[in-house]
């Protein structure tokens, strides 16, 4: 729960879905449907400046006791920006509540006045725990009332874990899919999302394996003229190697391949492929894979290149990286 007592707000890490909640919520707390209009506005760091931001902050609220503020991607501000508002945290404005909204969890150490001054949550990646009590409030709301299997839970964690904004989009499909049905299965999921990506992202990491940049390119295309999103994408992608150094660690373990096949629920028809990538990238390969891609997603929400730009150099990196 969000404190609403403070002027500055500082949010703060990579679960979009869960700060934009908790704005919403702050919202309601502190203006009525009259004043939502005239004393509520957000800004974008990649598109105005703290000039264009304290202006709005520091005017006195038309209806509303203060006028409510969010400042998303703080870190695209330009630098000298980025100090203005700093400098602001030392002394807000008690007529206004300003939240400032970034990804990069650094700025409570950059910029220490806000971290001092701002009432600060960080919004993480969810626990697989902490992602199954999602799924379930999700799924038990009035107009849905379904269950799930903790498979199911299971193989959405690992396909969208990461994103929430895009698990309740194929959660939204998988309901629909099985709305005769009180229980949501791994089944429902490999019909409605598995198959495509399954084949997709054995494809795509075998093009990667190869060091073949215009076959892994050509995919690309494919996954986007077929409806694919850019961040589907380095999710498939992220989601095959969280698979494939989990194998490795299991392995290392001692589990047998047939074992390791059950736990991560490797369907039949992709075992000989699936352990034959898992035989080519070493653990150290997979790391560097994985944090390639978690650079590209992050670039692509600080929207430092184009989305399919961003996804085509980190699959180039892949690549060369496989071929060396």
């Not at 969010?70 to 008690?94: H, M, T």
């Not at 699936?274 to 929207?303: C, G, P, W, Y």
């Amino acid at each position: 729960m969000v404190n609403t007592k403070p002027h500055l707000f500082l949010f703060t890490g990579s679960d979009d879905y869960s700060k934009d909640k908790a704005i919403r919520n702050l919202r309601e707390s502190l203006l009525d449907s009259s004043s939502k209009e005239l004393d509520y506005k957000v800004f974008s760091g990649a598109e105005t400046s703290a000039r264009e931001i304290l202006e709005y902050v520091m005017t006195v609220p038309f209806l509303a006791k203060k006028r409510f503020v969010v400042l998303k991607d703080f870190e695209e501000l330009a630098d000298e920006d980025k100090e203005r508002i700093a400098n602001y945290a030392k002394n807000p404005s008690g007529s206004a509540c300003l939240v400032i909204e970034t990804k990069d969890d650094s700025v409570t150490r950059k910029y220490p006045s806000l971290a001092r001054q701002a009432a600060v949550t960080r919004f993480g990646a969810l626990t697989l725990t902490q992602f199954q009590s999602w799924i379930k409030e999700r799924l038990s709301e009035s107009y849905v009332k379904k269950k799930i299997t903790p498979d199911a839970v299971r193989e959405l964690f690992e396909l969208y874990g990461g994103n929430l904004n895009l698990a309740e989009q194929e959660l939204g499909k998988l309901v629909s899919f099985a709305l005769s049905r009180d229980e949501l299965t791994l089944a429902d999921i490999n019909e409605v999302a598995g198959k495509d990506m399954n084949a997709s992202a054995f494809d795509l990491t075998d093009a990667i394996d190869k060091g073949d940049v215009n076959e892994a390119l050509s995919i690309i295309s494919d996954l986007m003229r077929s409806g694919k999103k850019h961040y589907e994408v380095i999710g498939l992608l992220c989601w095959q190697m969280k698979r494939l150094f989990r194998a490795k660690t299991m392995l290392l373990k001692g589990v047998s391949e047939a074992g390791v096949a059950g736990i991560l629920k490797i369907n039949s028809y992709y075992s000989e492929r699936f352990f034959r990538q898992l035989r080519t990238f070493d653990v150290i390969q997979i790391k560097a894979n994985m944090r390639a891609l978690l650079e590209a997603d992050l670039d692509i929400k600080r929207s430092k290149y184009d989305p399919l730009l961003a996804l085509e150099f980190c699959v180039i990196k892949l690549c060369l990286g496989a071929s060396r």
